[in-house]
Each structure stands twice: as C-alpha cells, then as structure tokens.
C-alpha cells in the first residue's frame, strides 16, 4: 500500500478514535502511550541535539499486531513530550509485512535509524532485512534501504538490531535464529553502517556454558557499564519455574566482558530483569550527561494483551517510565529518572508506624516511597495486592481475561520500596531498585485509594503525581 494511502487511513483513525481513547478511565495519565491503536517495543531511544527521541513499534489503525510503524516522540527532560511526524511506514518490499524493531545512532550530525524489515511469503515462511533510514531537515526520515540481507544459516526470525560505536567503528547486535530452533543473538561490525561484517554468534542457546535456553532472543541490547558490559535479550521459550520464568516470554540480562577482537562474550548467569507482570523488549541509551537510561514495554505479547479493557477504547499498551540503570555487585540496579520528580504535587505526605494503622491513600496516579520494618499487606484499589511476610515480598492481581489471581515473588532482605501508580499499572522499585516488579491492572475506576493491613512498622511519603505533557 502507497505512503499516501496509509497516511490517508492514519487520519481517519486519529479523528475518529482519538475522544474515544481519551473517555477511557483506564487512561494513563503519565505513561506514554498510543493516540490510538496498539503500542509495543519502544524503537530508536537516543540522546541527540538536546533532545531525547524515542521511536515505538505502533498500528496505528487497529488493536492488533500486524504491519508496525514508528511513530516517534521528542522531549528535553522526559516529562514533557512532543508528537513528532512519524518515522517509518512499511511501504517498501523489503520492508511490507512491518517495520520492526531497531534503534538509532547519531551519524554525521544527522539520527540514523537501523531496523527490520519484515517480509512474510504465502506458505507461512518469512524473510528479513536490517534497513537505514536517515533524518531529513524536516523531521522525516529518509530509507536508504537495506544493508544486511537475511544470514546464512539461519531461519527467518532475524531481527531488532541494536548499533553502537567504539573506537570509530560501529557494532551491531542482532536477535537470530538457528535452523535448530535455538535463540542466538549475532555480532557485526562496519565502518560506515552501509557495509557489515558477520562476526559471529557471541550469546544464545548452547553458547558461553548454557544449555536450552529458548528458541528465540528478541530484542538484544549490549552495552558498557561501570566497567563492565551488560547484554538485555527477551528469550522466548524458557520453561516456568516454582518462582522465576513465570510470564509467557522472559526478559533479562547477562553480565560480562565484550572482546570486540575475537568477537566473545563470555559472561555469567541470566537474571530476570523485571519480575512482575508485564515487561518486555528494553531498550537503553547513553545520555550527554553519561547515565545510561532504558523505557520498557509494559506489556508482553502473545499472552493477555488483547484481552485489555482498553481495546474497546481503541488503544493498548504503554511504555514503562524512564529508568536510569547502574550495575552494583552484578546486579543490574533500576530507578525512576530523577527529572520525574517534576511529576509530584508539591511536598506530598508523611506517616509513620504500624501498617495496619495507616490512613487509606489516594493511588489513581501517585508516587509512594515506603520504609519497611516488619510484614504488611497492600491493597491497591481492590484489584492487586502487595504482601511481605518477612522473608518473600508477593505481587497479586486479578487476571483480567479468566477473573483468577496470580502472583509474582521477589525473595530477599527488604529495606524500602518505591511504587509508582498510574490509573491501570504500578512500577514497585525494590532496595533502590535492586529488583522491580511491572504490571497493568484494572481496578473497579471508582476505587481510587489504596489501604494497609500488618504489624510491620512503616514510614511513608506520599505524593500525587501531575498527568505528562504530550503536545
């Protein structure tokens, strides 16, 4: 279909569904998330000319997955967001059945965006290309085509590249597949994005020690922290244990060294990056300032997600909040960005002692930080709770398509937690962010508090948070 014929339906999407979406009461008011139609991986997340982009895979025309656009954002402090022209729409045959996943980098002043071509044949196989498109003095962005055709010896699932640049030449991971059905994530180099060299498979199934370990590693992001290099890959396929790999697809990291001479990866074990409910397909960026940011999924595919009560708005799906990462004693730390402290309405609230004494709190859209010392039990309005006995801390909610409950578990010594509500997801950051727990939720719209019960003994600061500015 022609550029004009899909901008054409995007128009026709945009006035006719937008009120609708806006009506939902399960809104969020200070996520990211679609205008209309269906949002997920977040694309293309960079620092450049003062300004933070981020690109997201979108359809904008239906609640399904399908053909993806970019669509893409811009802001300069991460609160306060501005609708930019979208990016990529599959028009091209390299690109027809979608623009998938990929990233961006900053080449000779201009954002160049490195992505996948999605082609799928009539007897069910599929082919993929790694594509260049770059910006225009007006905003747009310009294909250039693609540069990496599908590998040799590999299945059509090849996809999400992530590029970077060290000691002036680029470099490129990128989420494969073997004929065996094994997860694989392969390693490129070039020295002008245009011509790419295979350097091998440096992690995946039946590498660096691992045995089965998934028939797919979408979304692969290597990077350099606190003197040590990090992989995030989703594996696809790992099988559920009593308390870890318990969402339909995982998401997670790897630490290690990156030997960019012999093309290895050697590293340690795999940790889940998020052990609540919905998290998937990370992505990172280095700022100016030198911190090394990510935006998540909230949502997973395949599983739920269609079953949303949004869908009948004509929307689903979000980002999760910016959050600024550091790697402490191996472990991959996750906190809020500070710039969203702009969010809170003035100095908030304080309370301190028994849980089961505490006032009912407002939690449409607020922030709690949350001293512990002792069991408690959360209810957040009604629909997920919250419980630390002491030695497990447990996140409970109704499953919105059977009406059962399900849990998610973090073990550990817990010291504070920070939650960040919106009307339909929390983000609980554990320890300063040593784990965190990610989940929608979908509470009756006129329970609107959260309320306390336990022993323990807590301190509380409790602030509302103000809707983000989407322009």
């Not at 922030?367 to 010392?373: P, R, T, Y």
Request: charged share 15%; glycine share 8%; proline share 5%.
């Amino acid at each position: 279909m022609s550029e004009v014929s899909l901008l054409k339906q995007l128009a026709r999407s945009l006035m006719t569904g937008q009120l609708i979406a806006a009506s939902d009461p399960h809104r969020l008011h200070w996520h990211l998330v679609p205008p209309v139609g269906l949002l997920n991986d977040p694309n293309g997340f960079i620092e450049a000319h003062g300004r933070y982009h981020l690109f997201y895979q979108w359809n904008p025309l239906a609640c399904r997955h399908g053909a993806k656009w970019w669509g893409h954002w811009s802001s300069a402090d991460l609160v306060h967001w501005c609708h930019e022209p979208v990016a990529l729409l599959p028009t091209e045959e390299y690109e027809i059945n979608g623009c998938y996943s990929g990233s961006a980098v900053l080449n000779d002043g201009k954002i160049t965006l490195i992505y996948t071509g999605n082609v799928k044949y009539a007897d069910g196989s599929r082919t993929a290309y790694q594509c260049l498109a770059s910006e225009s003095s007006d905003g747009s962005y310009q294909k250039l085509g693609p540069v990496i055709s599908l590998p040799e010896g590999y299945t059509g699932h090849v996809r999400d590249p992530k590029v970077w640049q060290h000691d002036g030449l680029w470099y490129m991971v990128l989420a494969a597949q073997s004929p065996e059905i094994k997860g694989k994530v392969l390693f490129y180099r070039s020295e002008d994005l245009q011509q790419w060299q295979l350097l091998g498979e440096i992690a995946g199934t039946h590498l660096n020690g691992l045995k089965e370990f998934g028939y797919m590693w979408e979304c692969p992001d290597l990077f350099h922290l606190d003197d040590q290099d990090v992989l995030l890959c989703c594996p696809q396929g790992l099988a559920a244990e009593k308390y870890h790999y318990l969402n339909l697809y995982q998401c997670g990291y790897f630490v290690g060294a990156l030997d960019y001479q012999q093309a290895q990866f050697p590293h340690g074990q795999f940790s889940e990056l998020d052990l609540g409910f919905e998290f998937y397909a990370p992505q990172t960026t280095e700022t100016a300032d030198g911190r090394r940011l990510m935006f998540g999924w909230l949502g997973l595919p395949d599983d739920n997600e269609l079953a949303q009560p949004t869908v009948k708005y004509g929307w689903v799906n979000s980002m999760t909040c910016p959050r600024e990462l550091s790697l402490r004693n191996g472990i991959l730390y996750q906190q809020p960005v500070k710039e969203l402290q702009q969010l809170r309405q003035g100095n908030g609230s304080q309370w301190q002692g028994t849980a089961a004494e505490a006032p009912a709190m407002a939690a449409v859209s607020a922030e709690l930080l949350i001293e512990v010392n002792g069991p408690f039990t959360l209810s957040l309005r009604d629909n997920a709770t919250l419980s630390w006995n002491g030695e497990c801390l447990t996140l409970t909610r109704h499953n919105w398509r059977t009406q059962e409950q399900e849990s998610r578990y973090w073990f550990g010594t817990l010291q504070s937690l920070q939650l960040l509500l919106d009307s339909s997801s929390l983000e609980l950051f554990i320890n300063d962010g040593e784990a965190c727990m990610t989940a929608r939720y979908f509470p009756d719209p006129a329970k609107q508090n959260l309320s306390w019960q336990g022993h323990g003994q807590l301190s509380i600061h409790h602030w509302l948070l103000s809707s983000c500015v989407i322009e």
